[in-house]
């Protein structure tokens, strides 16, 4: 089973940043539509932000603005760059494919936000 790795969480107060890192295999990555994506306890996965394997990226309205998603494809890496945390945005993050394929699934990285 192919397993996509994230990295990168953290505890941070209100109003900091964090950056997430994804990689994986480049026959997974580089050509598909990557995401990221969070859930929170006891709440539906929610996809936070995507982008196409030429760069064009997609954001959940409460992402826009805040949060950035990149791509290396020379690194078989995607990253979330995520400014202005707030305490909603404590979950745990997920990158995959979209739509997301539970084969790839990895262990996530958590990012709590404190108030």
């Known amino acids: 089973q192919v397993q996509l790795v994230e990295s990168g969480g953290g505890l941070v107060q209100t109003g900091g940043s964090l950056s997430l890192s994804c990689t994986g295999p480049?026959?997974?990555?580089?050509?598909?539509?990557v995401g990221w994506y969070r859930q929170a306890p006891g709440k539906e996965r929610e996809l936070v932000a995507w982008i196409a394997s030429a760069g064009a990226t997609k954001y959940e309205d409460a992402a826009e603005g805040r949060f950035t998603i990149s791509r290396d494809n020379a690194k078989n890496t995607v990253y979330l760059h995520m400014n202005s945390l707030k305490p909603e945005d404590t979950a745990m993050y997920y990158c995959?494919?979209?739509?997301?394929?539970?084969?790839?699934r990895g262990r996530g990285t958590q990012v709590t936000v404190s108030s």
């Open positions: 995959n494919l979209v739509p997301f394929l539970t084969v790839y």
């Open positions: 480049e026959n997974i990555l580089r050509p598909n539509v």
